[in-house]
């Protein structure tokens, strides 16, 4: 067996009340603060966490302070209907003098008071009656950190980066085009690096990771989340620029550079040509006709796509692959999705990338006790197995041997799933157990690993896929009375330590059928992709269908750089299916000038928005013919002379051909995103009058 490899660690500082709160003695509190240290550092993230706590006399001593700043995260428990004095002095402490991560959690309590201290960003509220909701929220934001999926903005260097603090005070002296004109440096500072990475002959920006290694980035949202010593004005044309690529990747996956290029373009023609004379709302309202107008042209010329259309599905997975590697891994499981079937990505753990199908269901929570497995094995193995789906907790030993009488007559295993479960009835059933009375396991539901929606959804998965009823949430009654018809089937169940597998549920095949379409109409109404990720993940391991691409890399950072690109083939995969597809190379948004330049209008002001739209279209074919070491206006002309509008450049080969033959196409559903992305934020600049940030 190999070595396990070592992880790095990250401290975790916990500032809290000690001596008792509204709700909470002393004792309680410290046994809350030993859950929550157990929950993180047993958890399987990236890192090892090692958290702690300041000592219980509050002292600010030296030492206290050298851990709040050298600390990789801050959670601080501000509960009370006045947060302790002594909790907001280390939380002050925190953010004077550290830009790391600070989590913010305080009791649901009526009582409480607005606290302008803490109102600032967001506190979450727990429930100290419900713990696992506010561990699975801390775990959740934690692997979020890992992912960069998450990042902190510290509230006091977001408004002063330490070596610009004195151009705060000349802000308020300046006009409104001197405003505008800092915040467009600082987003031209993310276009021209942007700009610098994008097609296929682009570079990337070397950032350097918090742990010290230095790693070439070319995903647009890296490149505009990457820290720079801006003013606090340029800082807010940066900040644009980043929503721009957080908005893409949030919906699409994909085009992050793109609609960052475009954004840019138009809030940098308006500001070059804009006049005194000319109203803000015609300016959008000549921006917005000309966006309505290039999105319609481009749908217009959609090619729609059947699924045994593979040629076309290929060329698509292709292009956003980047890589013939990914390309070749991702084609090895793309036939699944043909047939009905799910695929997802995850980082994996070794250098390989491997594909692992799953056609069960399955969730990662095995047996409460090891005491259950008697005979030692790496799993248990129940078949033709019972299911009790238990929302609430099991506590009644006389409810519990009520419904076990009515279990061992049927001379079958039994799969308890519920929320808690007492020790004494624990003990009960591995009593029985062991005597062979009744063959069992119970676990626990995986409510902060069901993190996507709430526990109710895992147990209505489970119910569809086997056919059980949810006792207490559908069916609300006491263990006693529940009957066999409640439980539901399955052919086979495997239960380890750490996992739990349900084989051929015995659910209704048209209620699974119906409950998972269900499911996915549901989902397109999900913005957020990593939510929606896991919805389509549910579907899958219902239909018994999942495909589990598991990304290899030599680092950290190579595994999540090829988890991107999978993600973002995959992502094209499936938007070509739904929407279609148009040529790529910016073509599109070439030929979507067509229609633009036919719109007509008296008002200086909405023609100025007309033309800078107009302006944009070009640009992410200059940026490509730019980094090809190409004349931007001899490709334009070269391509407008042309007859056909498929032919484009070839950023690969320097080439002008058919870019439908040449495979370089793109989702339609990703390029109309990106110009109405583009466009809401260029507007959100033209129509701002100032930009007043605090002292």
Known sequence: MPLKQSKSKKDIFVIMPFTGS?????????????????????????????????????NITDQIIKDLYSSDIVIADLSGELPNANVMYELGVRLAISEKPVILIREKNIKNLQVFDIQTYYTYPYDPLNLPELFKHIIEKLKRFETGEEKFVSPVFKIIPKDMAAIQALQTQLSIQQQKEYVLKGASIIWNDVSAAFGPQGGGLSMQEEHGSVFLAKQGIKISSAKRNLSPLENQGAILMNEVANDMHEKFGDGSKTAIIIAFSIMNYIQQHIKKEH?????????????????????????????????????????????????????????????????????????????ETISNFQFDRGYISPQFNIEHSEEILLEGCYILLYTGKIGSKEDLLIFLEKVVQLKKPLLIIANEIEDTILQILIHNNSKKIINCVAVKSPLHLYSTTSYNDFFKDIAVFTGAKIIGFEKRISLNEVEISDLGKAERVTVNHEQTRIFCGKGDNSEIIKYTEWLLKNSASVNNLYKKEKIIERVGMLKGRLSIIKVGGRNSQEINNNKYYFESALKSFRAVIEDGFVPGGGISFLNARTGVKKLETSDSAESLGINAVLNALEQPLNALARNSNLDESDVLTRIENLPSSGFGLNAKSNVIENLYESGILDPTSVICGTLDIAFSHAKKFVETSTWLLKD
């Open 22 to 58: 509204p709700t909470r003695k002393k004792e309680q509190l410290t046994a809350f603060f030993e859950f929550l240290k157990k929950e993180i550092e047993n958890e399987e993230l990236q890192f090892k966490y090692n958290v702690f706590r300041s000592g219980e006399d509050f």
């Open 279 to 355: 109203l803000i709302t015609k300016v959008i309202s000549g921006m917005k006709k000309a966006i309505e107008t290039a999105i319609s042209n481009i749908k217009k010329n959609t090619n729609m796509v059947v699924v045994d259309d593979s040629d076309i599905l290929i060329k698509i997975a292709r292009i956003a692959a980047k890589n013939d590697f990914i390309y070749e891994e991702l084609n090895n499981v793309i036939n699944k999705a043909k047939e009905g079937g799910v695929i997802t990505i995850e980082s994996g753990s070794t250098d390989k990338t491997s594909i």
